[in-house]
């Protein structure tokens, strides 16, 4: 295997981890071992001595540099196998610092997720996570020119959800993304089952809001969403009280036999209504079961 970077020059001393299955439709990957976790050396070359002895495989190379990526393409070249790097913007990322504010809690050592699907490589997204300092300030390393979207995930306190670019490159301006936290609105959630409505003690519940936004690639504009998720169990009453803000909230329920998802609005004072979940068994069980859930504000 021979690595080059986009001008065809060979990219020595590069780490990497060779990941090797049966070909299409199955992709059923091996385990990795030390052979598989590789070097290139002085040549940008590299030799796999453990490959399967198939008819047909499917393999591709993961960098395990911060500096690289290997695009996803390959080329054989005189039995060679080619794989094209490109470099990473790290060295382009700047330190951008923002504050949590509070009137009511103290502000140290909350979680801040900043996300965003502008990448340097086409397909991914940047998720980064730092917490707040005793004074409610908080630094990441951005990319330039991406939209990030910043919100705070907590089990008892909501903060916004804001988008914007925090550093813009041509401009050489500094946007710093600033978070208010609040109690929010407390939800309750009651979880029933079967015809006598027992309580469902016990079952894990997620929650995420969702903060829709949109942003420029080039000319192209692009659309997406982000914010906090979070999740929680029920109790033997079958209840669940979480905080959230007043916008809409997405509860769903995964589980080995059945999944549901509902979205509601959650308004100050105001039942959120309910919602049903269905047991989807196994396609071999003939039964369906439902199970009802009691969605409430309080």
């Given at each position: 295997?021979?690595?080059?970077?986009?001008?065809?020059?060979?990219?020595?001393?590069?780490?990497?981890?060779?990941?090797?299955?049966?070909?299409?439709?199955?992709?059923?990957?091996?385990?990795?071992?030390?052979?598989?976790?590789?070097?290139?050396?002085?040549?940008?070359?590299?030799?796999?001595?453990w490959l399967p002895d198939w008819k047909a495989h499917h393999?591709?190379?993961?960098?395990?540099?911060?500096?690289?990526?290997?695009?996803?393409?390959?080329?054989?070249?005189?039995?060679?196998?080619?794989?094209?790097?490109?470099?990473?913007?790290?060295?382009?990322?700047?330190?951008?610092?923002?504050?949590?504010?509070?009137?009511?809690?103290?502000?140290?050592?909350?979680l801040v997720p900043v996300q965003t699907f502008q990448a340097?490589?086409?397909?991914?997204?940047?998720?980064?996570?730092?917490?707040?300092?005793?004074?409610?300030?908080?630094?990441?390393?951005?990319?330039?020119?991406?939209?990030?979207?910043?919100?705070?995930?907590?089990?008892?306190?909501?903060?916004?959800?804001?988008?914007?670019?925090?550093?813009?490159?041509?401009?050489?301006?500094?946007?710093?993304?600033?978070?208010?936290?609040?109690?929010?609105?407390?939800?309750?959630?009651?979880?029933?089952?079967?015809?006598?409505?027992?309580?469902?003690?016990?079952?894990?519940?997620?929650?995420?809001?969702?903060?829709?936004?949109?942003?420029?690639?080039?000319?192209?504009?692009?659309?997406?969403?982000?914010?906090?998720?979070?999740?929680?169990?029920?109790?033997?009453?079958?209840?669940?009280?979480?905080?959230?803000?007043?916008?809409?909230?997405?509860?769903?329920?995964?589980?080995?036999?059945?999944?549901?998802?509902?979205?509601?609005?959650?308004?100050?004072?105001?039942?959120?209504?309910?919602?049903?979940?269905?047991?989807?068994?196994?396609?071999?069980?003939?039964?369906?079961?439902?199970?009802?859930?009691?969605?409430?504000?309080?």
């Amino acid at each position: 295997m021979r690595f080059v970077d986009q001008s065809g020059e060979a990219v020595p001393n590069a780490s990497f981890v060779l990941y090797v299955a049966t070909p299409t439709p199955d992709y059923n990957y091996m385990g990795q071992t030390e052979h598989t976790r590789m070097q290139t050396d002085s040549n940008g070359e590299a030799l796999y001595r453990w490959l399967p002895d198939w008819k047909a495989h499917h393999f591709y190379a993961e960098s395990k540099s911060d500096l690289w990526y290997v695009d996803q393409e390959k080329e054989v070249q005189d039995d060679v196998v080619v794989f094209k790097m490109t470099r990473s913007k790290i060295a382009d990322r700047k330190r951008v610092s923002g504050t949590v504010r509070s009137s009511t809690t103290d502000v140290g050592g909350f979680l801040v997720p900043v996300q965003t699907f502008q990448a340097d490589r086409e397909g991914y997204s940047d998720h980064l996570s730092t917490f707040t300092n005793a004074d409610g300030t908080f630094s990441v390393d951005v990319l330039p020119d991406a939209t990030y979207c910043v919100f705070s995930v907590d089990p008892k306190w909501v903060s916004n959800i804001t988008d914007l670019i925090p550093y813009q490159s041509t401009t050489d301006k500094i946007t710093s993304p600033e978070l208010t936290l609040s109690k929010g609105q407390q939800v309750e959630v009651f979880v029933i089952t079967g015809p006598d409505r027992k309580p469902f003690s016990n079952l894990a519940v997620s929650f995420s809001t969702k903060h829709r936004y949109s942003w420029f690639e080039g000319k192209e504009k692009r659309n997406g969403s982000g914010g906090p998720s979070w999740w929680a169990t029920t109790d033997a009453a079958g209840r669940i009280q979480t905080p959230a803000n007043l916008v809409k909230l997405d509860v769903s329920v995964y589980t080995p036999l059945w999944q549901t998802r509902e979205t509601h609005d959650v308004s100050l004072g105001q039942p959120t209504g309910r919602f049903l979940l269905r047991h989807w068994p196994h396609r071999w069980l003939c039964l369906r079961v439902q199970r009802m859930v009691e969605l409430r504000a309080r």
